[in-house]
C-alpha cells in the first residue's frame, strides 16, 4: 500500500512541474497566425452551412512497444500547427452557438495523462491550445463524445474517407474513439468498402475537402517558401557532400548517412520520404529504398533522391553521379540528353504553362534523344512502350509534382500558378536484361530539382546542387570533411 501510496504522489508531484511544459522547439516553425489565416482561408470557399472534419494521424507501431517517431497529418497541421496525436478539428462556415457562446471552430486535442506525460514528455492539453495555437474554444479529446452538436443541421459534412489503419488502444479518448464517436454522430458506416449513410443523414461529402485543400495548399505563403528554401539548400548541400565523398568501395547506406547527417547538422527535424540511394541496377528500380549494397562498383552510377524535411516543409533533390568520379561515355550521353529534357522543360515552366506541357516537352526529347542513340526504333508508341508495364520502357515516370509538407504535396495538377514549388525530374532508366546493347544496361538517370513558379518563368531554388555532367565530374575531385574520417574496427579479435 505504501509502494502505491509513494507511486500517486511520485505522479502528483510530477504533473504539478511538468503539465504544460511543453518541449522546447526551435523558433522558426510556422506562427500561430499563420495556421488561423489558413483556416480563415478554406472558411471562406467552403460551401454555405457546412462543416469541415479533420482528424490528426494516428500513432504508427513499429514493433511490440516500440513507435514510429510521430508525424503529423499535414492538412491538421497545416490548419492548426498541432504536432501531437488524438485530436479532431471542426470549422464552421457560419458561426455557431453553444451556451449562449459564438465560435466558428473549435478544436480537440489530447488529454493530460500525468504518467504517459512522465514517460513521453509533456502534452499541450487545451489551455495550451489557447495560448500556443490561439484558438478560442478547446476541449480535451474526451469531452468530444458529448459535444452538443447535430451534424445532420448542415447541408455538408465535409470529411477525408477513413481506413482501417487506426489503433484501439487502452487510452480513453485517443483517436480511433474519435473516429468512432464521430460516425455515429453523422450515421456513417462502411461495410465492404462500400459507404452506408442514413437518407436522413445524407449531407456526409468525402470528396469535396480535398479539392479545397488542394486550392490552399498549392500556392505557397511566403512563409511556407522561405521554409522550403532552407530544406532545398540543406538537401542540395547534403548533395555536394556526398558527391566529395563517394568512393568505390562504399556501401550504399554509408552514402545514405553523409545526406542525412548533413540535413541533421542543419537541425531538419527528419527526411521528407525514405531516402533513395542506388548503385548500378538498384538505381533502376524507382522507388529503391533497401539501400543494403554492400559495395558500390569502380564504374557505376549511384542515384540519390534525398530529401530533408525542414520544420514540416520537405525538399526532394535527385543527383545520379559516378561512383568513381568520371562518366563513362555511355553514361554521360543518357545523362546529358536526361540533362537536356529537363532544362527544357525548365524554360517553359511559369504561370500559365500547363503541367502536361511539361510532361510531353520532357518526353519528347527523350523519346528523340533515345531514337538518335538507336535505343529506339523510333518515337511510335509501339517502338517505346513496355508491354509488361504499358509506360515508355526507359522513362516510365511523371515529370513533376508539387512539394510542401508532403514530398507529393496538394495541390491542382492543371495549370501551373504563381506561388507553386513544384519539382522537374525526368528520367531515363536501361536495367540489365533490356532489350538495349549490354553496353546501356544498368544505366539509371534522374535530375531532379525544385523550382518556384513566378508570373514570367520559374526559380531554380536547388542551384547549390551543380546539374551539368561537367560541373559533377569537378566537384567530385574536391576534398570532402568526411574523407577522413575512420570509425574503429568492430570486428578485431582481442
Not at 527528419?270 to 564504374?299: M, T, W
Not at 496538394?410 to 532508366?429: A, C, Q, R, S, W
Amino acid at each position: 500500500m505504501r509502494k502505491v501510496f509513494t507511486l500517486v504522489l511520485g505522479i502528483l508531484l510530477f504533473s504539478i512541474h511538468v503539465i504544460g511544459q511543453v518541449v522546447e522547439k526551435p523558433d522558426d516553425f510556422l506562427k500561430p497566425e499563420f495556421h488561423q489565416a489558413k483556416r480563415e482561408e478554406l472558411r471562406r470557399i467552403m460551401p454555405p452551412n457546412s462543416v469541415a472534419v479533420f482528424f490528426s494521424n494516428p500513432v504508427r507501431s513499429r514493433s511490440n512497444d516500440g513507435f514510429y517517431k510521430y508525424h503529423p497529418d499535414p492538412n491538421f497541421y497545416y490548419l492548426t500547427g498541432y504536432q501531437e496525436p488524438d485530436a479532431v478539428l471542426l470549422i464552421f462556415k457560419e458561426n455557431q452557438s453553444i451556451n449562449k457562446k459564438e465560435f466558428n471552430e473549435v478544436i480537440f486535442v489530447r488529454q493530460h495523462d500525468a504518467l504517459k506525460e512522465l514517460y513521453d514528455g509533456a502534452r499541450l492539453g487545451k489551455e495550451g491550445a489557447r495560448e500556443k495555437l490561439k484558438f478560442k474554444v478547446t476541449f480535451e479529446a474526451p469531452e468530444f463524445e458529448n459535444f452538443p452538436i447535430d451534424f445532420s443541421k448542415y447541408d455538408k459534412v465535409l470529411f477525408y474517407d477513413f481506413f482501417n489503419d487506426v489503433r484501439d488502444t487502452e487510452e480513453k479518448a485517443e483517436l480511433f474513439d474519435l473516429i468512432e464517436q464521430f460516425k455515429q454522430k453523422v450515421g456513417y458506416t462502411k461495410k465492404d468498402l462500400n459507404v452506408t449513410i442514413e437518407p436522413k443523414k445524407n449531407n456526409i461529402d468525402l470528396v469535396s475537402l480535398d479539392g479545397l485543400m488542394k486550392k490552399l495548399r498549392g500556392i505557397k505563403s511566403p512563409e511556407e517558401i522561405e521554409l522550403l528554401r532552407k530544406a532545398i539548400n540543406i538537401s542540395a548541400v547534403g548533395q555536394v557532400e556526398a558527391m566529395k565523398s563517394i568512393r568505390p568501395g562504399m556501401s550504399e547506406m554509408q552514402v545514405q548517412g553523409l545526406h542525412e547527417f548533413i540535413h541533421k547538422s542543419y537541425t531538419a527535424e527528419e527526411q521528407g520520404y525514405q531516402s533513395i540511394v542506388g548503385a548500378g541496377h538498384n538505381g533502376c528500380v524507382l522507388h529503391y529504398r533497401e539501400n543494403q549494397k554492400p559495395a558500390v562498383q569502380d564504374g557505376e552510377l549511384i542515384l540519390m533522391d534525398v530529401g530533408a524535411q525542414y520544420r514540416g516543409y520537405t525538399a526532394d533533390v535527385t543527383r545520379t553521379i559516378p561512383v568513381n568520379g568520371k562518366f563513362t561515355k555511355e553514361q554521360k550521353l543518357i545523362y546529358d540528353l536526361v540533362y537536356k529534357a529537363q532544362t527544357a522543360a525548365w524554360e517553359i515552366c511559369k504561370d500559365g504553362t500547363t503541367f502536361d506541357a511539361l510532361k510531353q516537352i520532357t518526353e519528347k526529347v527523350i523519346n528523340e534523344g533515345l531514337v538518335e542513340l538507336k535505343l529506339y526504333k523510333s518515337t511510335n508508341a509501339a517502338d517505346i512502350v513496355d508491354p509488361a508495364t504499358g509506360r515508355n520502357r526507359y522513362n516510365p515516370h511523371g515529370c513533376c509534382h508539387h512539394i510542401g509538407l508532403d514530398v507529393h504535396d496538394k495541390g491542382d495538377y492543371d495549370i501551373l500558378k504563381e506561388g507553386m514549388v513544384i519539382t522537374i525530374e525526368p528520367g531515363i532508366y536501361i536495367p540489365k536484361g533490356s532489350p538495349a546493347e549490354q553496353k546501356w544496361w544498368d544505366i539509371p538517370v534522374r535530375i531532379e530539382d525544385d523550382f518556384l513558379i513566378k508570373k514570367d518563368g520559374c526559380e531554380l531554388l536547388s542551384e547549390m546542387a551543380p546539374r551539368k555532367s561537367e560541373d559533377v565530374e569537378m566537384v567530385m575531385k574536391e576534398s570532402s570533411v568526411f574523407q577522413n574520417l575512420q570509425l574503429p574496427d568492430i570486428n578485431r579479435k582481442k
